[in-house]
């Protein structure tokens, strides 16, 4: 026996060996398939459009492929300046338009852009403002029937009474939804309605989540857009802290990928959105960020800074917002993090490019529009201070923007 058992060992060494290395091959292919594939050594460009004088957002990404994503169109009033900048960069499609949630400093000029340009795909996560859920909300229940209750009376509709007009993030969303409508564009939700089937349940019962799920672009050219966020179950009003509320809670939020180069894009993400992206483990790592929410103080916790960990730092945000954008905290934060700030208030259009690699020894070049004329990392006062104020927070609670400072009198009655 024992004899037989040495004369096996180099058989077995061998077979062991060939499986080894066949196992290794494909394992290495799998890995190779797994990779991006390496940029193409063309330019992606991206642009942080100037859309103030109030807050707003709206970036945009040309890819290597000339393929276009705008992330938000800026405010009501701002979607002719949006489409006046975009037609000045030169772009005369948009692929895919992403409403990162349903406020009005985000949606309010798509109308605009959705009119102006052939439209490929619009995406949003089909949040409807809070003002609007409750109308729905209060339909579902009467059709969903209950068992042992009987069906709610229907409310009536309660006709606007003159001069009572509804909400302002209400009539910017109904455009916009119109406007998408209109457009012939394709429309993609996300996250993806959550299937009872996807979620499974483990040898004791207990109810598992599957791994939050993600919308990977391809740019072309070895360039991707991913959207990693909002993850569900979605933020509810009541579980936001003071001064934060839901829908900003629930954003998309998006990392952009080609060869070396990262940028994340965090629309306006709450405290708790960046924890729970923080907890769960996710790819969030970025050379650029564009920071949460125009700077606001509830959100670039030091957490969320450190797994980051950008080299440069963006804010948009508008020259006479009245919420405290930039909030000193958060420059602080930032600076304490030994990132190179940029801002839309002070600097105009911010403009990146890269080609995924190493270029005259540097990764990817940013111009701004015009030079800051006052300090970059000073912050800004709010109108009101807010930090007492508890629970929920609207869009437009402010009140209407404050005017253009003007030359202060001295005159006395
Ligand atoms: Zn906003």
Same mark, same amino acid.
């Given at each position: 026996m024992a004899k037989i058992r040495r004369g096996c060992a180099p058989a077995v060494f061998l077979i062991l060996a060939v499986v080894g290395g066949v196992a290794g091959f494909f394992g290495w292919r799998w890995y190779k398939e797994q990779q991006p594939p390496p940029p193409s050594g063309k330019e992606l460009r991206v642009f942080v459009l100037d859309v103030g004088p109030t807050d707003g957002d709206s970036i945009l990404v040309i890819s290597p492929e000339d393929k276009t994503v705008l992330i938000d169109a800026g405010d009501v009033n701002r979607g002719k300046k949006t489409v006046e900048a975009l037609k000045k960069i030169g772009i005369q499609r948009v692929d895919y338009f992403i409403a990162t949630h349903s406020h009005a400093d985000h949606i309010g000029g798509a109308p605009d852009v959705l009119n102006s340009f052939p439209i490929g795909t619009v995406i949003d996560n089909g949040l409807q403002p809070p003002e609007m859920q409750t109308e729905t909300s209060t339909e579902s229940a009467d059709q969903g029937k209950v068992k042992g209750k009987k069906p709610a009376p229907k409310p009536t509709p309660r006709p606007p009474r003159g001069g009572q007009r509804e909400p302002l993030s209400v009539i910017a969303y109904r455009n916009y939804k119109d406007a998408a409508g209109a457009s012939g564009a394709k429309y993609e939700k996300f996250p993806p309605d959550q299937k009872q089937e996807d979620v499974e349940t483990d040898e004791k019962g207990k109810k598992k989540s599957p791994p939050p799920p993600e919308m990977k672009l @391809?740019? $072309? /050219? /070895?360039a991707f857009l991913t959207l990693i966020a909002p993850v569900q179950p979605f933020f509810t009003r009541e579980q936001m802290r003071d001064g934060g509320n839901e829908p900003n809670a629930n954003s998309i939020i998006a990392r952009l990928d080609y060869g070396d180069f990262s940028m994340l894009l965090a629309g306006d993400a709450e405290a708790q959105t960046e924890q729970r992206l923080v907890s769960k483990e996710m790819n969030i790592s970025a050379k650029i960020l564009k920071v949460a929410h125009h700077g606001s103080k509830y959100a670039t916790t030091e957490d969320f800074v450190k797994t980051v960990k950008p080299e440069v730092a963006i804010i948009s945000d508008g020259e006479f917002n009245r919420y405290g954008h930039p909030a000193q905290a958060v420059l602080d934060r930032l600076k304490a993090a030994n990132v190179k700030l940029y801002r839309t208030d002070l600097q105009g259009q911010i403009a990146i490019t890269t080609t995924g690699k190493l270029k005259d020894g540097r990764l990817y070049e940013i111009k701004t529009e015009k030079d800051a004329k006052t300090d970059v990392w000073a912050g800004r006062e709010g109108q009101y201070d807010d930090s007492s104020r508890k629970g929920f927070i609207a869009? $437009? @609670?402010?009140g209407p923007p404050p005017k253009p400072p003007r030359e202060k009198t001295t005159k006395k009655k």
């Open positions: @391809d740019l $072309g /050219g /070895g869009y $437009g @609670d402010f």
